[in-house]
């Protein structure tokens, strides 16, 4: 069975402090891993995807990386913005479902 | 710009009161997904239409029901909310091959769902 858990469940930054949030996941056959940014009350919205190990985007002060075992996204030099709950997601060979981890909610400090 | 789009992005109904959500779509997608998503939860798939090929999920209680009447739209029902049913649903889209799922799902706004 496909589990993606995501770590820290929180993560409380102060402007300007980088830091990084953890997906890891165990799926047979990966065909994409997805980052989505969700703000409270709002849809996901799409950042990355990934498809094999060693491959790496950014975005503005994000960035994602993905290993055969797990993802990170780096946020760097973080703006009270960059607040949200980020949720990454994988996809199996074979089927169109997404299993999504519970999230990391980001909270950046001015 | 090429989105998808909610409707309402608010509805109350009362309990046993059937109730019909609304999601439409300009990317064009040829798959829609409805998520049912609880507090902070993640999001949890309901069903998706690929193309017109409707794909429940095992777990998805039979009150709830979706059409796909062309590309571009596709509603849910519930046909009796209960209060366990008050929750965010998220329509999505992504352009995939049958069985291989290697493109993004776009998500609309979502629409809060209350049950009185």
């Known amino acids: 069975e496909d589990q993606v858990t995501q770590s820290p469940e929180a993560l409380r930054l102060q402007e300007g402090e980088s830091s990084s949030l953890n997906c890891s996941y165990t799926v047979s056959g990966l065909r994409g891993l997805f980052w989505y940014r969700q703000d409270p009350g709002k849809g996901p919205d799409f950042l990355f995807t990934l498809y094999s190990a060693g491959e790496e985007k950014e975005k503005e002060r994000l960035k994602a990386t993905l290993t055969k075992k797990e993802s990170f996204l780096h946020i760097t030099a973080p703006k009270p913005e960059d607040a949200a709950t980020y949720r990454c997601a994988v996809r199996p060979s074979g089927r169109l479902k997404l299993s999504f981890g519970a999230g990391t909610t980001v909270t950046v400090r001015a | 710009d090429a989105m998808v789009i909610q409707n309402p992005r608010y509805q109350v109904t009362q309990f046993g009161k059937p109730v019909t959500l609304s999601c439409s779509q300009t990317l064009n997608h040829n798959v829609m997904y409805w998520y049912q998503q609880k507090s902070s939860q993640a999001p949890k798939l309901l069903f998706h239409?690929?193309?017109?090929?409707?794909?429940n999920e095992a777990d998805t209680p039979d009150n709830f029901q979706s059409r796909r009447p062309n590309t571009s739209f596709c509603f849910l029902d519930i046909r009796s909310p209960g209060l366990g049913d008050a929750a965010m649903y998220l329509c999505a889209t992504s352009r995939d091959r049958r069985g291989d799922g290697t493109h993004e799902q776009y998500f609309g706004p979502g629409t809060r769902l209350t049950v009185t």
């Open positions: 239409y690929y193309d017109k090929d409707f794909n």
